[in-house]
């Protein structure tokens, strides 16, 4: 059976190094928690407001955090496999060297300012996602879903892109020096 921490306040919390694997944390409040090298495989964040928490090294693989406010959290080298973040708020989240993989569905979500430095990319869907300004310098991106995504004055350079599908996305200003495409469609 699965723990619940529905509605908790955690904020500024640590929370680190723990094993959380099922829990439901949705509607919790995360503000500022030190939540570093924990495995939320499979937990519930749906509405949580992880804003500016630390989720560095954390695993969340198969995790919900859609409607998650996650604007300025820190997922370096977060594992995010077919996880659900549609409508998630990751403005200015730092996801340097992020694995966001098998699946995961980022549709919709606000990532504006975003830095995925050096981020792989893989079997992810980013239809009508906001990645205005976002940093994506030296990520891989493949088989990737970014129709109708936002992409203005974003960083692409030294990106690798392969099967990349950018159909209706606004791609002014982006900054594609330096960028390897193969198979990309509608650049």
Do not use: P
């Not at 959380?20 to 937990?43: Q, W, Y």
């Amino acid at each position: 059976m699965s723990k619940s921490f529905e509605d908790i306040d955690f904020s500024h919390r640590d929370l680190s190094g723990g094993s959380f694997v099922g829990a439901d944390f949705s509607n919790a409040d995360l503000r500022g928690a030190n939540l570093n090298n924990s495995d939320f495989s499979r937990t519930n964040f749906s509405n949580a407001s992880l804003e500016g928490a630390n989720l560095a090294h954390a695993i969340l693989s198969g995790a919900n955090l859609c409607n998650a406010n996650l604007r300025n959290a820190l997922l370096v080298e977060a594992l995010l496999a077919n996880s659900d973040l549609c409508n998630a708020d990751l403005s200015y989240a730092n996801l340097t060297q992020a694995q966001i993989t098998n699946k995961t569905d980022l549709c919709s979500a606000q990532m504006a300012g975003a830095n995925l430095t050096e981020a792989k990319l893989i079997d992810v869907s980013l239809v009508g996602v906001n990645l205005d300004r976002a940093k994506l310098v030296g990520a891989l991106l493949e088989r990737v879903n970014l129709s109708d995504a936002n992409l203005i004055h974003a960083s692409l350079c030294r990106t690798q892109l392969k099967d990349v599908q950018l159909t209706g996305a606004n791609t002014f200003g982006v900054d594609w020096s330096n960028s390897s495409e193969e198979n990309t469609v509608d650049r």
